[in-house]
């Protein structure tokens, strides 16, 4: 039902930037964040960023400053990213917590991922 689809992934040189979308689709009443993750070759899933209603963002440390999470306040989310590294190379996955329609529990929903590569 809720589908969450994510594009702009790509490869880029260390130093580059690219612009990710994660466009939500689906009966969700009521959107708690919006997240950002990543997970590297051979590495656990880390958190990069989230966005809560009412617009406030949060980072992890290894993006901050570089980094920007964003939505159109209708059905996509962003991740702006600057200066990129090649530590910054991994599939990346939207998170969106939410509420469907007629429920009153939140519930997470992923999207498929985007790879992003950086090359040296």
């Known amino acids: 039902q809720v589908q969450l689809v994510e594009s702009g992934g790509g490869l880029v040189q260390a130093g580059g930037s690219l612009r990710l979308s994660c466009a939500v689709s689906?009966?969700?009443?009521?959107?708690?964040?919006m997240k950002w993750y990543r997970q590297g070759p051979g590495k656990q899933r880390e958190w990069v960023a989230t966005i809560i209603s009412g617009g406030s963002t949060n980072y992890a440390d290894s993006v901050k400053g570089r980094f920007t999470i964003s939505t159109d306040n209708v059905n996509t989310a962003y991740l702006q990213m600057n200066s990129l590294k090649p530590e910054d190379t991994a599939v990346y996955y939207c998170?969106?917590?939410?509420?469907?329609?007629?429920?009153?529990?939140?519930?997470?929903?992923w999207g498929q991922g985007t790879q992003v590569t950086v090359s040296s």
């Open positions: 689906g009966s969700i009443f009521r959107i708690n964040d």
């Open positions: 998170n969106v917590n939410g509420a469907p329609g007629g429920t009153t529990f939140f519930y997470d929903y």
